[in-house]
């Protein structure tokens, strides 16, 4: 693909946005996410309720936001269909195609939803396009536009990451690893205990002045094997997510006052579950990276060179410890809040 096909995809997919159904109608909604305003338009009021949802705890009244992203439902019109050309990506391990070209514009195209995401870093737009709204994947519905505001923040000096972060009294706590690990369910049980929450999945992190992590989604997500340790969180279940029966909470609606935009971190610690619970050791900072960045990149696509470097410099400076949870997850606050004290 030449760099003018390329970016003639770009500006075709954003200039039909204006031309589709007038009766659609269009949701305008500006967010403030760090200190960045982006300023979303979507089609569909059913698809917009889906995205802009997830992302209430970053809604501010409109403004004029330098960064613009148009989201999308439905068949496009003739000519602009074939808005990839697969003999130009590379196939990642989960079937998705992802490219990153020289004229400064990034895609993301999953084949199975027919599903598109474009950041174009020159103007600072993006795109986000499904040929239809059923076939939405339920990690999509609970994470929004996830790739985009990964290469969004990327651009503003911020690095999403999958990891989770919860703190007390402005301080607070990068927690990572894989799936399974018991990063979730530790930030969850932390916010049943009324600690201060920014994530359970994915944190945007800063390492200016002082590393930070910074909120972006308020919703969150709970295994089977987890859901029932938490009873007085049953009042913010949204959903249950199709593909892997996870439960998804609408934290931001139901403790508004414990989601906080951001948290100064002081400490990173790296769960595993086990039998009983023990003392937290102290990890290098390369052990965390090893456990942080695979799972980021496998999650995120075209993850960029920013936020490797941004990962780096904050697991350098942070103290990372290794902590093993026990099969109480009511136990894992107690924990953490001993790191918390060590550190702080």
Request: aromatic share 8%.
């Amino acid at each position: 693909m030449t760099r003018s096909r390329r970016r003639t995809q770009f500006e075709t997919l954003w200039s039909n946005f204006e031309h589709r159904d007038p009766h659609g109608g269009v949701i305008h909604q500006d967010l403030l996410i760090g200190e960045n305003r982006i300023g979303l338009s979507l089609h569909n009021n059913a698809f917009a309720t889906t995205i802009l949802n997830p992302l209430r705890s970053r809604w501010i009244e409109g403004d004029t936001a330098a960064t613009q992203v148009r989201v999308m439902a439905g068949p496009l019109p003739d000519g602009t269909d074939e808005v990839v050309d697969l003999r130009s990506t590379s196939f990642s391990v989960d079937g998705c195609l992802y490219a990153v070209d020289d004229d400064g514009i990034t895609f993301s195209y999953t084949p199975e939803a027919t599903m598109l995401s474009m950041w174009d870093r020159q103007s600072q737009r993006g795109l986000f396009w499904i040929r239809e709204l059923a076939l939405l994947p339920s990690w999509e519905q609970s994470a929004p536009l996830i790739h985009l505001f990964h290469w969004i923040s990327a651009h503003h000096g911020l690095a999403l990451v999958h990891a989770a972060a919860v703190g007390c009294d402005g301080k607070g706590l990068l927690i990572i690893g894989p799936g399974g690990t018991g990063k979730s369910t530790s930030a969850i049980a932390c916010l049943d205990a009324g600690w201060q929450y920014v994530s359970d999945d994915y944190t945007l992190i800063s390492n200016t002045p002082v590393p930070k992590a910074i909120n972006l989604y308020g919703a969150g997500k709970l295994s089977p094997s987890s859901v029932d340790y938490f009873p007085s969180l049953q009042r913010a279940v949204v959903a249950i997510r199709a593909e892997d029966d996870k439960t998804i909470f609408d934290f931001a609606a139901e403790f508004p006052h414990q989601i906080v935009n951001s948290l100064e971190l002081v400490g990173v610690v790296f769960p595993h579950l086990g039998t009983a619970p023990q003392p937290a050791v102290r990890i290098a900072s390369i052990v965390a990276a090893q456990a942080l960045v695979p799972s980021t990149a496998f999650q995120l696509r075209a993850i960029r060179p920013e936020t490797i470097g941004t990962i780096g410099a904050i697991l350098r400076s942070l103290p990372c410890f290794s902590v093993e949870l026990g099969t109480d997850r009511h136990e894992a606050p107690r924990q953490l809040k001993q790191i918390l004290e060590e550190v702080g």
